[in-house]
């Protein structure tokens, strides 16, 4: 048996945290007291002063295989995402071939099996080869096990299509994760549209290319009735829309990514390619709005949109670079520096966006400490500072563009199905 000796625990039911320990046996929690257990295990870990949590569930991550491992793969991205306090995972299927059929479905799922450190939930492509013209076997996808369908990287563009796949995903309250984008607006933009894309002559995306699409959703959401969540929300305009969709009574809900609190468009000042993302960081001002859709819960969740990529995909010109942040190692800290030292949100609603509230939205396992239940915890030290160091990453990405930033806010343990794979900067 393995006790978590004296911890601060956060249990993600109740609004508090308390101070105990934690008994787990077979790969469960057998037992939580505020007294001492130690006495009945063997292995102990002394969390005296550090704080214990559900594992962190992200349901927004690239882990690149099949078809991109120079980037990134199961083995690489697991270990990474254990590295940031990750338990259970969802990857998106803009992989190649694209997962959009149940024979792809089990690759990824026998591979996690073999390779991976964490829990890995794959999502479903919504259309064939994410190309936007025809629905994938949605019901053979289901009964594969992936958690929620999506085309991530780009848009379902055909309002048409889009609507046929909430209404067919909707039976089976299979949620769609919308990547929204307005190509036509988008067009070949690199950054957010502004002073500073005119200044540094780089082509712009509007605000207006996420929001429309925000916004066709939340409709087709609220006439089909299906599960709709919205991908990594980046603008003021779009927070104000799904709070008005929310109000309404749409079953919408959404996230956003800890880079869309934590930086601005400024950030490409100097054309740091690790800066560019998509869709792009936006400015001072949506900034603020994000922040206080998470205050007031429109914004539901945090997901990392984990996206590693090559070196050579980024020390290139600006606008040739690919876009994304390989961002599982940095996740929390980031969260907890910009958010909660900031007042913003509370630890313990930390803990509820980046694990359980994404359990009950996707209907993962996890997001909680009970008694029963299976043991996946990430244990952290508030204290402890330290800098942002891309060199030490477990991911093959390095592009993140927080390398150098002081931060607050460290993983210690991370735990899965009872078994310590992350233990004080070694993966086990
Ligand atoms: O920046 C991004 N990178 N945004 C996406 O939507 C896709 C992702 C990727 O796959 O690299």
């Not at 992989?95 to 829990?119: L, R």
């Not at 794959?122 to 019901?139: F, S, V, Y």
């Not at 390619?273 to 998509?278: E, F, Y």
């Amino acid at each position: 048996m393995l006790c978590i000796h004296n911890g601060n625990i956060i249990d993600g039911k109740r609004k508090d945290f308390y101070q105990g320990d934690i008994l787990i046996d077979k790969g469960k929690i057998v037992e939580i007291s505020c007294n001492n257990l130690c006495y009945k295990a063997e292995k102990i870990i002394d969390a005296k002063n550090l704080w214990v949590m559900p594992g962190f569930i992200d349901v927004h991550c690239h882990l690149r295989e099949p078809g991109f491992e120079y980037k990134e793969d199961i083995a690489s991205g697991t270990r990474s995402a254990a590295a940031g306090g990750f338990t259970s995972i969802a990857c998106m299927p803009n992989t190649k071939p694209t997962i959009d059929n149940a024979a792809m479905v089990n690759f990824i799922k026998m591979k996690a099996a073999q390779e991976g450190k964490v829990k890995v939930y794959p999502i479903g492509a919504i259309t064939k080869g994410r190309e936007g013209k025809e629905l994938t076997e949605m019901k053979e996808l289901l009964e594969a096990g992936v958690i929620a369908l999506s085309d991530d990287g780009d848009p379902v563009s055909d309002s048409r299509i889009m609507r046929l796949a909430l209404e067919y995903a909707g039976q089976w309250g299979l949620p769609l994760i919308s990547h929204c984008e307005d190509k036509s607006l988008a067009k070949d933009g690199v950054m957010n549209e502004g002073i500073i894309s005119t200044m540094l002559g780089l082509k712009g995306i509007p605000s207006a290319a996420e929001e429309i699409m925000v916004a066709r959703d939340v409709i087709l959401a609220g006439t089909t009735g299906a599960p709709l969540h919205i991908a990594h929300v980046s603008t003021k305009g779009s927070v104000e829309i799904i709070r008005k969709a929310k109000s309404m009574g749409i079953k919408v809900t959404c996230e956003t990514a800890p880079h869309y609190f934590s930086a601005d468009e400024k950030w490409v000042d100097g054309y740091d390619t690790n800066a560019k993302v998509n869709p792009p960081l936006r400015t001072e001002e949506d900034v603020e709005a994000i922040k206080k859709g998470l205050q007031d819960g429109t914004i539901d969740i945090i997901a990392t949109d984990h996206a590693p990529h090559h070196r050579d995909e980024k020390e290139i010109e600006y606008p040739l670079a690919a876009s994304g942040i390989s961002g599982f190692e940095t996740a929390f800290a980031l969260c907890y520096t910009n958010l909660v030292t900031e007042n913003v949100i509370s630890l313990v609603e930390l803990v509820n966006k980046m694990s359980t509230i994404p359990a009950r939205i996707f209907k993962i396992h996890g997001g909680t400490l009970e008694v029963g239940k299976a043991a996946d915890i990430a244990i952290v030290n508030l204290k402890e500072e330290y800098t942002i160091d891309v060199q030490g990453f477990y991911s093959k990405g390095k592009n993140n563009p927080f390398h150098g930033k002081k931060v607050k806010g460290k993983v210690v343990y991370t735990i899965v199905q009872g078994k310590v794979v992350y233990d004080d900067g070694k993966i086990i």
